[in-house]
């Protein structure tokens, strides 16, 4: 067990390790020139010269790694270079409202997930396992980029329920937790009809129905526990889908999290903001996974007591 | 063909024929009618006019040719060099297949969609640089499903026969692998289109892939958003596209699984 924690943990420091790398050459191996596309074709040499001794691009490619992964290491991911600002406070002031997001889009899809996929389990075959898998089959092919559009449409446009975009109270989070939410919501119900498709042909779970318990105490008590493994599992996988979704749900309601900023500081080459953001994407996501894997090992007893 | 299946082959039909025969239709998917502008529906254009006074039916078909060629092209591309990169690290194990699969790994450590938002977004915008972004991209998954075919089928007894008799690697491959390892890739390449033609419309929805004039539905969606209030019509009409071509792909490819039998887990 203890050694599959800590080959587990050392293949995530290796993840991360390439991850970061990938990320550097990305922005250096790209044709073009960086300051060029910057500043434009017409800028002064000396202006230009300014910049790149500014960004340290006039060093070899090697020592520009070492500079990147010493940043990172002191956690100093440099400054903006449209704003002039500190990127760590940048960022301190974008990810609460993505944290937000995200776990709003999460409650929002389990809260849809789990009945329709219990519903579609249960009656298995019936109408309403068809209705709750076409349902789900809907969510996952509408794209979050027409989602969104769609919902404001109706909701803030036609209905006047929600604002149309920003992020101010409560009212505000509900359209674009839903837009995020959907997709996962889909996958999810899935992944809890299958999985409690599979359990509820158990000898214990017949047994529990012998004993006379009702239909609900059954699922909840006894299925469900047994069924939330590949659940969890589904979740940290689509986590990444879910962040990446969020960078195209921000824009669309103007929420002022990571999601937009990676897109504002691509629009304006704002390459240092560019690598933090996409750094800081991936390096949650490496995270939740090992955190998934870690406790699912945690979880199942299988898993856990395997010498 | 059962009921079933018929839905998703006429979708995707109408759609691969309309993209293919766009240039024969004499289509004016350009052409600006300034008394038009946001006109709504009406006999000579049945989804009614853009912004600019332009035909969005006319603009819809140029969007399905966009999405189609990017869908199918990035899909090749992934295949071919996915699958090779996944049947050598198999096949011939040892450090070759060490580095490859960390490098899967590292790939897969990034939300597919962001990176390529990242290196569309420098490689700078254009169609040809997002089918450059998204391929870097696609690989991994067919590279990830070809490697752990070819694991469990390089030990079988034809396989051992076979070079026995001493077949060389590339008669090895093309006859006694591939044909076998074909129908999990097919299946998963079936997701992979509907994938990219989501992710293409992403792009173009953020201004990262085609540029105006041309028409991709999701960049019409992005356009669409502005007048929503006024022309709901912009914003239905390539949705709804987008919308019917991923389910059909979605229902193929779910009936396509079924029938060959194979269990993978679908796509990211």
């Given at each position: 067990?203890?050694?599959?924690?800590?080959?587990?943990?050392?293949?995530a420091?290796?993840v991360?390790f390439?991850?970061?790398?990938?990320?550097?050459?990305?922005?250096?191996i790209?044709?073009?020139d960086p300051v060029?596309?910057?500043?434009?074709?017409?800028?002064?040499?000396?202006?230009?010269?300014?910049?790149?001794?500014?960004?340290?691009?006039?060093?070899?490619?090697y020592?520009?790694?070492?500079?990147?992964?010493?940043q990172?290491?002191?956690?100093?991911p440099?400054t903006?270079?449209?704003?002039?600002?500190?990127?760590?406070?940048?960022?301190a002031e974008?990810?609460p409202?993505?944290?937000l997001?995200?776990?709003?889009?999460?409650?929002?899809?389990?809260?849809?997930?789990?009945?329709?996929?219990?519903?579609?389990?249960v009656?298995?075959g019936?109408?309403?396992?068809i209705?709750a898998?076409?349902?789900?089959?809907?969510?996952?092919?509408i794209?979050?980029?027409?989602m969104g559009?769609?919902l404001?449409m109706v909701?803030?446009?036609?209905?006047?329920?929600?604002?149309?975009?920003g992020?101010?109270?409560?009212?505000s989070?509900?359209?674009?937790?839903f837009t995020?939410?959907?997709?996962?919501a889909a996958?999810?119900?899935?992944?809890?009809?299958?999985s409690?498709?599979?359990i509820?042909?158990e000898?214990?779970i017949?047994?529990?129905?012998?004993r006379?318990?009702?239909?609900?105490?059954?699922?909840?008590?006894h299925?469900?526990?047994?069924?939330?493994?590949?659940?969890?599992?589904?979740?940290?996988m689509?986590f990444?889908?879910?962040?990446?979704g969020?960078?195209?749900?921000?824009?669309i309601f103007s929420?002022?999290?990571?999601?937009?900023?990676?897109?504002?500081?691509i629009?304006k080459?704002?390459?240092?903001v560019?690598?933090?953001?996409?750094l800081?994407?991936?390096?949650?996501?490496?995270?939740?996974?090992?955190?998934?894997?870690?406790?699912?090992?945690?979880?199942?007893?299988?898993v856990?007591?395997?010498? | 063909?059962?009921?079933?299946?018929s839905?998703?082959v006429i979708?995707?039909?109408a759609?691969?024929?309309l993209a293919?025969?766009?240039t024969?239709?004499?289509?004016?998917?350009?052409?600006?009618i300034?008394?038009?502008?946001?006109?709504?529906?009406?006999?000579?254009?049945?989804?009614?006019?853009?912004?600019l006074?332009?035909?969005?039916?006319?603009?819809?078909?140029?969007?399905?040719?966009?999405?189609?060629?990017v869908a199918f092209?990035?899909?090749?591309i992934?295949?071919?060099?996915?699958t090779?990169?996944?049947?050598?690290?198999?096949?011939?194990?040892?450090w070759?297949?060490?580095?490859?699969v960390?490098?899967?790994?590292?790939?897969?450590?990034?939300?597919?969609?962001?990176?390529?938002?990242a290196l569309?977004?420098?490689?700078g915008?254009g169609?040809?640089?997002?089918?450059?972004?998204?391929?870097?991209?696609?690989?991994?998954?067919?590279?990830?499903?070809?490697?752990?075919?070819?694991l469990?089928?390089?030990?079988r007894e034809?396989?051992?026969?076979?070079?026995?008799l001493?077949?060389?690697?590339?008669?090895m491959?093309?006859?006694?692998?591939?044909?076998?390892i074909?129908a999990?890739?097919?299946?998963?390449?079936t997701?992979a289109?509907?994938?990219?033609?989501?992710?293409?419309?992403?792009?173009?929805?953020?201004?990262?892939?085609v540029?105006?004039?041309d028409?991709?539905?999701?960049?019409?969606?992005r356009?669409?958003?502005?007048y929503?209030?006024?022309a709901?019509h912009?914003v239905?009409?390539?949705?709804?596209?987008i919308?019917l071509v991923v389910?059909?792909i979605?229902l193929?490819?779910?009936?396509?699984r079924?029938?060959?039998?194979v269990?993978?887990?679908n796509?990211?």
């Amino acid at each position: 067990m203890l050694n599959y924690l800590y080959a587990r943990c050392i293949t995530a420091i290796i993840v991360i390790f390439g991850v970061s790398t990938l990320v550097f050459l990305l922005i250096h191996i790209v044709p073009g020139d960086p300051v060029e596309v910057m500043l434009g074709e017409t800028a002064q040499l000396a202006d230009r010269e300014a910049l790149r001794t500014a960004l340290g691009l006039h060093l070899p490619l090697y020592q520009q790694w070492l500079n990147f992964m010493s940043q990172l290491f002191t956690l100093d991911p440099g400054t903006s270079i449209y704003s002039k600002r500190e990127i760590s406070s940048l960022l301190a002031e974008r990810i609460p409202p993505t944290a937000l997001l995200a776990c709003a889009s999460i409650i929002t899809a389990i809260s849809i997930a789990l009945p329709l996929g219990i519903m579609a389990a249960v009656y298995r075959g019936s109408r309403w396992d068809i209705g709750a898998m076409t349902l789900s089959m809907f969510g996952i092919s509408i794209p979050n980029f027409w989602m969104g559009p769609l919902l404001i449409m109706v909701f803030s446009l036609w209905l006047g329920w929600f604002p149309v975009s920003g992020n101010e109270g409560f009212a505000s989070l509900i359209l674009p937790a839903f837009t995020l939410g959907t997709a996962l919501a889909a996958l999810l119900s899935r992944m809890v009809r299958a999985s409690l498709l599979e359990i509820l042909n158990e000898d214990y779970i017949r047994a529990a129905r012998a004993r006379g318990l009702s239909q609900l105490a059954v699922i909840l008590r006894h299925a469900l526990p047994n069924a939330a493994l590949p659940i969890i599992t589904v979740l940290g996988m689509q986590f990444g889908a879910l962040l990446a979704g969020a960078v195209i749900t921000e824009t669309i309601f103007s929420w002022p999290g990571v999601g937009q900023l990676t897109i504002e500081a691509i629009q304006k080459r704002d390459y240092p903001v560019v690598q933090a953001c996409v750094l800081l994407i991936s390096l949650t996501y490496v995270t939740v996974n090992l955190l998934t894997d870690l406790a699912y090992a945690f979880l199942d007893p299988r898993v856990r007591l395997e010498k | 063909m059962n009921r079933y299946l018929s839905f998703p082959v006429i979708v995707l039909s109408a759609w691969c024929l309309l993209a293919l025969s766009a240039t024969l239709l004499s289509l004016r998917p350009d052409e600006i009618i300034l008394q038009k502008i946001l006109a709504l529906p009406e006999w000579q254009a049945w989804l009614g006019y853009d912004d600019l006074g332009r035909p969005i039916a006319d603009r819809m078909i140029m969007g399905a040719r966009t999405s189609l060629l990017v869908a199918f092209s990035v899909v090749f591309i992934s295949f071919v060099v996915g699958t090779i990169i996944g049947v050598f690290a198999a096949w011939f194990g040892g450090w070759w297949d060490k580095i490859s699969v960390l490098i899967i790994d590292i790939f897969i450590a990034f939300p597919g969609i962001l990176l390529a938002i990242a290196l569309a977004g420098l490689l700078g915008p254009g169609i040809m640089n997002a089918v450059i972004a998204l391929s870097i991209v696609g690989w991994v998954g067919f590279a990830r499903l070809a490697r752990a075919q070819t694991l469990t089928i390089k030990h079988r007894e034809h396989v051992t026969a076979a070079r026995a008799l001493g077949t060389r690697t590339s008669r090895m491959v093309f006859r006694h692998l591939l044909p076998l390892i074909m129908a999990p890739l097919i299946v998963e390449a079936t997701f992979a289109i509907a994938g990219t033609v989501i992710a293409e419309a992403s792009l173009s929805f953020l201004g990262l892939g085609v540029q105006p004039p041309d028409a991709s539905w999701g960049s019409m969606i992005r356009e669409g958003t502005r007048y929503m209030l006024v022309a709901p019509h912009m914003v239905l009409a390539p949705g709804v596209a987008i919308f019917l071509v991923v389910l059909s792909i979605n229902l193929l490819g779910d009936r396509l699984r079924d029938k060959m039998d194979v269990r993978l887990n679908n796509g990211k």
